[in-house]
């Protein structure tokens, strides 16, 4: 069973990671924690997630999980913590900008099992929503879309512990609120499992329009197939591009942006190489041919700058995600004949976004 750490004294946890040590110097406003700062209230989460009976009835590999991610949830206030000119303390973007560190962490620093160490990243992206989905645009959608990335009700019980372990005035009525998220959960059939569409030509159709009905079937369906490569450097794209597709149209950024002479450094002359490969997409597209886009494609803005092109023509999109350990990862990337600088790569994997169910028809995990 995995498990973050089997000393969960908190004494022990500071001496363990240097990210735990931080907590102690990060404020937060007195109106919403008045207990003080983000290592007190991570404590007091702790606190209240152990005594939640519905904890207490999870397998002991979920309770782990959910330990994990009540520890990590506000990691990255650290970074985003700031006192605004009227006096308020706020760390707007710390949940998402944290979900990128617990990835980096548990892939680089601790490695993790690919799913335990996304679902503990996907709590700490979305501990947040069960307590503020009702101030979203569409509640419905919201719920719906988070999911397919994240189990719910492991969601709502870190949030419960996330109201319960502070100290503020209207902490009867997030209480409230988690209680109707979790019947918007349940009146939309994914309360603790992912919202079922009837294709995946609906699920795409229902989040990428407005006003659309979950339960719609679109009758056109998707015609011509785009593979759609993602995965860091050295993870295996190419190798598995032949493998599997090799009867396939590929289009590389890496072959294109070589046979224009162009430094991957410049940041200017990738624009003239995606470009290049935009129209080579577009004339498949036209002819309504199936092929392969073979690039990095780490970041979610990345991909759904190629999904929404892709999807304009109507086509059906699989992103193929290649991982393997860092350690791995680092070797092979050594014996490529175009290696990465260190550097670059350290910064890529602190950028890395998996792709889920919400970005494409179908999503495949190729772990290694």
Known sequence: MWQITDNKDWASLEQQFEWVRVMASVPQDARHHAEGNVAVHTQMVLEQLLQQQAYRELTPQDQETLWAAA???DVEKYSTTVQEPDGRITSAGHARKGE???????YRDMPTPFFIRETIAKLV??????????DKKDPQ????????????????????????????????????????????CRDNQ???????????????????????????????????????MSGLPGAGKDTLVQQQYKDWPVISLDDIRRAMKIAPTDKSGNGTVIQAAKEQAREHLRKGRSFVWNATNITRQM???????????????TIVYVEVPAARLLQQNGRREHIVPAAAMERLISKLEVPSLTEAHEVIYQLR
């Open 141 to 184: 959608k919201a719920v719906i879309m988070a999911s397919l990335e994240v189990d719910t009700r492991l969601l709502a019980l870190l949030a419960r512990a996330d109201a319960l372990g502070r100290t503020c005035d209207d902490q009867a009525d997030l209480l409230y609120r988690l209680d109707c998220f979790e019947e918007l």
């Open 100 to 106: 990128m560190r617990v990835r980096q962490i548990l």
């Open 125 to 134: 992206r979305y501990h947040g929503l069960p307590l503020w989905v009702f």
């Open 303 to 317: 991909r759904e700058q190629l999904t929404s092109l892709f999807f304009t023509y109507h086509a059906a999109v």
């Open 71 to 73: 520890l990590l949830h």
């Open 190 to 228: 994914c309360w603790g499992v992912p919202r079922v569409f009837a294709s995946a030509a609906a699920r795409m159709n229902y989040l990428l329009k407005d006003d659309v009905s979950p339960d719609y079937v679109p009758y056109e369906q998707p015609q011509p197939q785009v593979i759609m």
